[in-house]
């Protein structure tokens, strides 16, 4: 039943419908998404504390790196155990402000994520085409500032998708075909003009989106002409592999983010709607999942020293008898 407060068409709560047209297969479905969570928390703890730990792996690009997956933990702990409560335990109701905070901290940090992904270009920017002006350049000052900007960023642009929501009134009821409380899945089932939500949010998407991936191809575009100009092949195939861990993450970040971006307000019916709300949690759930493993098989020095310290790991049972 639909409840009401007194004193405006608000609901109570909301019911979050899970994944419609595969209500029967909901604890199928929540298996994989349950493994690739438990890898994605498992992954960046780990690389964050190995980053923390190494003294060979405090330099800015690692830093980044462990300032992603700290994003990325933050990113998927907003909406998975939620999500798997619907999936295994059948709670799909969700008070109406915990929805509006759910919403804030999804789209937060998922412009915190591109953020992070366009000052790791940036960085590889610097390192490629500046090497000797790198350490003098790329400070801890100016990474914790351009971290901070970057939240901040995504705070003062999501902030307003709050209020808009409020405002609208919900008399067609109070259930919400998907998992998690996102903007326009929550706007849609208003009886009032979405309009203005529709253009604020399609604005926020070319602010943070379009100015990180206009700056990432910039970055890259530049990174190419100088890797080219290299007369070192082994030096233009160092560079390359710098930088093909970063390609992977901005390719597994970039196309569902699109998808869902896109189908949301474009894609209409001719999309079935458990398509659309997988690809919305796998759009959270992937990054996370598989940069921690990408880094870590493609980036040399992280390689090393998870060798290193598996090895210390076998060593110390040895040293104790």
């Known amino acids: 039943m639909l409840l009401l407060n007194d004193t405006s068409l608000t609901p109570v709560s909301f019911i979050l419908n899970g994944i419609p047209g595969l209500e029967e297969v909901h604890l199928w479905v929540s298996f994989p998404l349950c493994t690739m969570y438990s890898i994605a928390i498992t992954g960046n703890f780990g690389l964050m ?81 500046y090497p000797l002006r ?95 100009s290299l007369s070192s092949a082994e030096a233009r195939q160092k560079a390359f592999s710098t930088c093909t861990a970063h390609i992977f993450a901005i390719v597994i970040t970039y196309v569902p983010a699109f998808f869902t971006f896109f189908t949301h307000r474009f894609g209409g019916r001719s999309i079935p709607p458990h398509i659309h709300i997988i690809m919305a949690n796998l759009y959270l759930l992937m990054p996370p999942t598989m940069n921690p493993i990408v880094y870590g098989i493609k980036t040399k020095q992280i390689r090393t020293c998870i060798t290193r310290f598996l090895l210390k790991g076998k060593d110390n049972p040895s040293h104790n008898i």
Request: proline letters at 2%; one cysteine or more.
């Open 49 to 129: 504390y190995l980053i923390y730990s190494e003294e060979a792996l405090h330099r800015p690009m690692h830093v980044f790196l462990a300032l992603l997956s700290f994003t990325d933990v933050l990113m998927c702990t907003s909406t998975l155990p939620n999500t798997l409560c619907i999936l295994w335990f059948n709670l799909k109701e969700i008070d109406f402000k915990a929805c509006l905070a759910q919403m804030f901290f999804v789209h937060t940090f998922t412009g915190m994520e591109s953020g992070v992904l366009m000052l790791m270009a940036l960085d590889h920017y610097v390192a490629i085409c």
């Open 134 to 228: 790198y350490a003098t350049v790329l400070t801890n000052s100016v990474i914790a500032k351009a971290g901070l900007l970057t939240f901040l960023r995504g705070v003062m642009l999501v902030i307003p998708f709050t209020f808009l929501t409020k405002r609208l009134p919900y008399c067609r009821g109070n259930v919400i075909l998907h998992t998690y409380c996102d903007h326009m899945s929550v706007a849609k089932i208003s009886c009032g003009n979405v309009k203005v939500n529709a253009i604020y949010g399609l604005m926020v998407a070319l602010l943070i989106g379009g100015f990180d991936i206009l700056c990432i191809t910039v970055s890259y575009t530049m990174i190419l002409q100088a890797v080219v």
